[in-house]
């Protein structure tokens, strides 16, 4: 099995809000990065790899087996939500010993296995306070540690790094790699922010309104960036004939001069090549330039250029 | 997939340690003290005798304890974790859920029961210190606990149900308590019969001769077989519905 | 698309008075319930059981005028209270724990509102929206029985009318504050609710309970003290065996005490306890 997800033409739907909306995706084995602005879907489709729910349209396989009513394949997947449900009067070695019970886990594999977790996710220390006491950053990591304890294949990761400070996303970046390249698991882990997702692997899926965007490697998706048009927003002094200079391009699309003349909005087609030539343009018109800004250089701006 | 009997045991044991750690402990403690006081204020009067204290037991206990405790724990157990979304835990577990849901069953009744226990443990030790009659009195506190624990078996499978099935549980919940069992069923006619205290009090009548159950109509055998079937098709209902549940 | 200088324009449309605002809290709540399922299903079953009846039968029964123990009586169904407090339990639950719960008492007295301008509103919309079972109903059925009353003392009838008009109110604030004070004890609707009911239950079984030893134990029960107090807001004459003192301290504690606890608990959630 060389795909440890297959998706074929998913909708899934609550009411009148559509989560997914013909969603395909082929999920190899290693680290999968699931990138999308809130609410594009993410989370739905955790939660149909899971079972949580089911699907309305099309067909879906995980590890080669149905998720919806099949327990039995939530041996082989560990999951970590992205909403905080960890009970805070309970220890961390507490939660993790019930996680152990309802994987049906004997007593004496489950006291090595909880210990050899903690190792994983560097919560030795800490694993004897309550969890009401522990930092995001530490509940993050108890709640790996409670996806990862019955050993499972596959690993589902959803916005792990949400809400935590550099440091510990760091931390929890380098976990998720070890995860693969060390323990053998595969890891789909969502996101949405690129250059998060962009540390942990190359291997991308793109995700807005419930379609299924882009997927492949990130350089490629790095290039969209660069490839789609962007709105530009350049303010200074003399800025005239910088605008004339610039109509002239076959890049430059329009131009759109403020009223006082000490901004304007200049849209290009091929955002390089505006960046790589400006420095000349600016010294050929004499202008003084105090902002340039481009509107359009994230993911967002991507989707809405791919979806159209 | 072989049975997780361990898995079944956790969610259960797990369970049962949320509802018991709850603040809800205060409330139970506070409705002890007023069981007890009323029951040993009650004793010292004229005429408080194992006839009154059976009485007594079943307005106080069986017609109003019970019902509200099942309601308030066995409602809120699967919904909170439902609200909450701790229930990921369980959903995500290789576990049936139909088999989950056993579990949440078997750790609510063992909590009702526990402090139904007590509760009823407090009532008739109060009654029985400040009355002058005792004889019989330990065998009717016994009766009582025997009795409500088959209460507690159906009212859980029935609240539990409702919090399984509805978001806002405990209007229905008060609804049956108070419109159904409370005032619908005292009307004249056998539409008394359709209630699950008037079940309960068919089979306190074959099992005690105090109080006004001697003039309960019904068989108690074949109350006790309804209540128990009854219990047997909530609680399978329930599990199914649990199972077929999409949980978002 | 240009880019706009951000400015900042005070508001210069109509400011309601600062005495009225509670009316805004209290006209949102009356919104939300009825737009709430559980209380619109309730309301429309508890008014079919309780209120159409006695619409139907006095109305077409002869009769030569509205008489206030016919009201009084109506009134003082067992019914009529069960389904009030479910009302109130279902109104009240949330008026104040989930403002606790998010701890949005700010929304309301960082404006020009304060804790007692809240609790009016509060209050208020709590009273209008159980009025819409223990008063507009009531009055329906006063006004079908005075339209087609064979005598013609009519001003007699205004005047029971009036009465009901009072009994109705009465009704509704005799009970609001229990369910406003269970409410400021948790955060917890459910909870709320179920709390509520239990206060007024748990009186009415240690009320029947005692009873038969003494009957001032009946005054104990809030169905008793509703019927009662109805009595005499209807110029009924008190049996005997009804304990005034009892009667009115009773009325006074469901009443005084819990808006009290209310008050205090706001008070001590702002101060951040």
């Given at each position: 099995m060389s795909n440890v997800v297959e998706a074929r033409f998913l909708s899934k739907w609550y009411g009148e809000v559509i989560g997914l909306n013909n969603f395909s995706i082929d999920v190899p084995k290693g680290i999968t990065g699931i990138v999308g602005p809130n609410g594009a879907g993410k989370s739905t489709f955790f939660k149909l790899l899971t079972g949580n729910i089911k699907t309305n349209v099309g067909h879906l396989r995980v590890l080669g087996e149905e998720p919806w009513r099949n327990p039995g394949l939530l041996a082989k997947i560990g999951f970590c939500p992205d909403y905080d449900f960890l009970p805070?009067?309970?220890?961390g070695r507490e939660y993790l010993r019930f996680v152990a019970g309802l994987h049906g886990m004997d007593a004496n594999r489950t006291a090595t296995r909880v210990d050899e977790v903690l190792g994983i996710v560097s919560m030795v220390k800490d694993a004897d306070r309550s969890m009401g006491g522990y930092s995001k950053g530490m509940r993050q990591r108890i709640k790996i540690a409670g996806a990862l304890l019955h050993e499972p294949q596959l690993l589902l990761l959803d916005e792990p790094l949400t809400g935590t400070d550099p440091l510990i996303r760091k931390e929890i970046i380098d976990l998720v790699k070890d995860l693969n390249k060390v323990h053998g698991h595969d890891v789909i882990v969502s996101s949405h922010v690129l250059h998060e997702i962009e540390r942990m692997t190359h291997q991308v899926a793109l995700i807005y309104k419930g379609r299924s965007v882009a997927s492949g490697d990130i350089s490629e998706i790095r290039q969209l960036m660069s490839d789609h048009p962007h709105n530009i927003v350049l303010e200074g002094r003399g800025l005239v004939p910088l605008a004339q200079l610039l109509l002239s391009k076959p890049y430059t699309s329009s131009i759109e001069l403020r009223p006082d003349r000490l901004g304007m909005f200049v849209r290009v087609d091929r955002p390089e090549e505006f960046f790589n030539y400006l420095p000349d343009l600016v010294a050929e018109a004499g202008c003084e330039l105090e902002r340039v800004e481009s509107l359009d250089d994230d993911l967002e701006s991507v989707f809405r250029y791919l979806v159209g | 997939m072989s049975f997780n009997f361990k898995g079944l045991w956790t969610v259960a044991a797990f369970s049962a340690r949320k509802l018991l750690m709850n603040r809800r402990w205060m409330l139970v403690l506070l409705l002890g003290v007023l069981v007890a006081s009323v029951m040993g204020y009650a004793a010292t009067?004229?005429?408080?005798d194992m006839d009154f204290a059976s009485d007594l037991m079943a307005m106080l206990l069986l017609a109003f304890l019970l019902p509200v405790l099942s309601l308030i724990y066995g409602a809120s157990m699967i919904r909170n974790e439902m609200d909450d979304r701790s229930i990921v835990q369980v959903i995500t577990a290789p576990l049936d859920r139909r088999i989950s849901y056993l579990g949440y069953y078997i750790g609510l009744v063992m909590v009702l029961c526990l402090l139904i226990t007590a509760v009823t443990a407090v009532g008739g030790l109060a009654f029985l210190m400040f009355s002058p009659e005792r004889d019989g009195g330990v065998q009717l506190v016994l009766t009582f606990i025997v009795l409500q624990y088959l209460g507690v078996m159906i009212y859980s499978a029935l609240f539990l149900l409702l919090g399984t099935m509805l978001r806002q549980p405990i209007y229905l919940g008060l609804f049956y308590i108070f419109i159904w069992e409370g005032f619908v069923a005292s009307l004249p006619g056998s539409i008394g019969d359709l209630t699950i205290r008037h079940q309960l009090q068919s089979v306190a009548s074959e099992l005690t001769?105090?109080?006004?159950?001697?003039?309960?109509?019904?068989?108690g055998a074949v109350a006790a077989l309804v209540l128990i079937a009854l219990t047997v098709v909530l609680v399978l209902a329930g599990a199914f519905l649990f199972r077929e549940k999409e949980i978002a | 698309m240009g880019l706009n200088p951000i400015g900042y324009k005070p508001w210069d449309g109509k400011r309601t008075e600062h005495g009225r605002r509670f009316l805004v809290v209290a006209e949102s709540i009356l919104r939300h319930k009825l737009k709430t399922k559980w209380f619109l299903a309730l309301l429309i079953i508890g008014t079919f059981l309780v209120h159409v009846m006695p619409l139907f039968i006095y109305s077409m029964m002869p009769h030569r005028e509205l008489e206030a123990e016919v009201m009084r009586d109506y009134l003082g169904n067992g019914m009529y209270f069960i389904f009030e407090v479910i009302l109130v339990a279902l109104v009240c639950s949330d008026l104040i724990s989930e403002d606790m719960r998010s701890n949005s008492f700010i929304l309301y007295v960082s404006r020009a509102m304060g804790v007692k301008g809240y609790l009016l509103g509060k209050w208020t919309g709590a009273m209008v929206t159980i009025g819409l079972f223990t008063l507009l109903p009531p009055l329906a059925v006063a006004v079908a029985v005075t339209a087609t009353q064979s005598g013609s003392d009519y001003l007699g009838s205004l005047k029971v009318i009036g009465q009901t008009l009072i009994a109705g109110v009465w009704s509704a604030a005799m009970l609001v504050p229990v369910g406003l004070a269970v409410s400021s004890l948790t955060a917890k609707k459910t909870y709320a609710s179920v709390g509520t009911f239990m206060f007024f239950f748990g009186l009415m079984l240690v009320s029947g309970i005692f009873s038969g030893l003494s009957p001032d134990w009946n005054m104990i029960s809030p169905p008793e003290v509703l019927y009662q107090s109805h009595t005499v807001l209807y110029g009924l004459e008190l049996s005997d065996d009804v304990n005034r003192f009892l009667l009115g301290a009773m009325a006074f504690l469901l009443t005084v005490p819990p808006m009290a606890l209310v008050y205090y608990r706001i008070m001590r959630k702002e101060a951040g306890k």
């Open positions: 805070p009067d309970l220890k | 009067e004229d005429g408080a001769e105090l109080g006004y159950f001697t003039s309960s109509s019904g068989d | -």
